[in-house]
C-alpha cells in the first residue's frame, strides 16, 4: 500500500495508468477505498493518474491541529516532489477543486492544464454549501439533505414518484459513509477539513492565473451551482466553462463530461 511522509503526515495515494500526468484531487470526505473512485472513471485510460486521500481523510493521517487550505495546497505540492513529479495536469473535484485553486495559485509552474469541477472560489464568487451546517444532523437525515441538495432535482416530489430510486441513492451514500468510519480520528479528521473548506477564499486572486482551465459542473448542483461557476469563469482569464446534465455528480451523471475533460486535456479545446 502506498504511503509516504509528507511535511510529517502520512499520505495514502496511488497511481495508475499511462499517458500525460494527471493529478486528481478529490473532494470532501474522499477516500479512495470508496468505488467508484477517479481510477474507474472513463478518463482513467488515457492518463497516468495520481490521486490521494487528504489530510484528515480516508487512510491519510489526521492530526487534530487546525487545517488551512495552505496546508491542503502545500500536500499537494510535497506529494509532488516526494514522487518527482515537477509538472503535470491538475483536476480538482469538489472541495478539491477549492485545493487545486490553492494549488495553482501557489505553485502556477507545476501546473500545466487545470480542470476545477463542480467547485467555488469563495468571496465575492459565492461559496459551496457549508457542510458543516449539517454536522450536527442524524446519519438518515443528513442523507436526505445531501441528496437534495446534490440534484436539485431530487425534491420532495421527485421522491415521492421514485421512490425505489432514491433508496438505492440513499443505500448507496450510506455505504460510502460507513467506509473507515469506526477508525480513530474520523470524526477529528472530517471535522478539521471541513473547517479549512469554510475559510476558503481564492476569488480576488484567480485572475493570476495564466494557464489553460476548463470549469465544468451540473446544471441541477445545489451544492456548487452554475452562478458559483460562472463567478470562476469571470475571474480567470481564457477560462472555459461548460454545464452538463446532472447535479453535484455529473461526473457520473452525463457520460460526456469526462469525454469533454479529455478533449480539453490534450488541448483539443484550444483556439
Known amino acids: 500500500m502506498p504511503f509516504d511522509i509528507v511535511r510529517n503526515i502520512s499520505i495514502y495515494y ?24 477517479i481510477f ?8 497516468e493518474i495520481l490521486s490521494y ?26 506529494l509532488l516532489d516526494v514522487l518527482g513529479w ?35 472560489s469563495g468571496g465575492e464568487g459565492g461559496a459551496s454549501y457549508p457542510f458543516q451546517e449539517l454536522a450536527h444532523l442524524p446519519e438518515e437525515d443528513y442523507i436526505h439533505h445531501v441528496l437534495q441538495l446534490s440534484d436539485t432535482r431530487r425534491d420532495t416530489t421527485w421522491q415521492a414518484a421514485k421512490p425505489e430510486k432514491f433508496q438505492a441513492l440513499f443505500d448507496l451514500t450510506l455505504a460510502g459513509l460507513k467506509v473507515g468510519a469506526d477508525e480513530p480520528g474520523r470524526q477529528i479528521g472530517a471535522r478539521r477539513q471541513l473547517e479549512a473548506r469554510a475559510g ?20 441541477y448542483d445545489g451544492i456548487a451551482t452554475p452562478v458559483n461557476l460562472e463567478a470562476l469563469q469571470k475571474q480567470i482569464p481564457g477560462a472555459r466553462l461548460e454545464l452538463f446534465d446532472g447535479g453535484h455528480l455529473f ?8 469525454e469533454q475533460i479529455g478533449v480539453f486535456l490534450r488541448g483539443e479545446l484550444d483556439d
Do not use: W
Open 200 to 219: 476558503h477564499d481564492t476569488y480576488e486572486r484567480l485572475p493570476a492565473l495564466r494557464m489553460p482551465v476548463y470549469i465544468c459542473g451540473g446544471r
Open 251 to 258: 461526473l457520473i451523471q452525463d457520460a460526456k463530461a469526462f
Open 40 to 47: 474507474d472513471a472513463p478518463i482513467a485510460g488515457h492518463f
Open 14 to 37: 496511488e497511481i495508475h495508468g499511462i499517458g500525460p500526468r494527471l493529478l486528481v484531487i478529490s473532494g470532501t470526505g474522499g477516500d479512495l477505498r470508496r468505488k467508484p473512485n
Open 53 to 78: 486521500d487528504q489530510r484528515g481523510l480516508g487512510q491519510t493521517s489526521r492530526p487534530d491541529i487546525p487545517y488551512t487550505m495552505a496546508d491542503y495546497a502545500d500536500d499537494a505540492n510535497g
Open 86 to 120: 515537477k509538472r503535470c495536469m491538475v483536476m480538482g473535484i469538489s472541495f478539491g477543486g477549492m485545493v487545486a485553486q490553492e494549488f495553482a495559485l501557489r505553485y502556477p509552474h507545476r501546473v500545466e492544464r487545470l480542470v476545477l469541477a463542480c467547485t467555488s
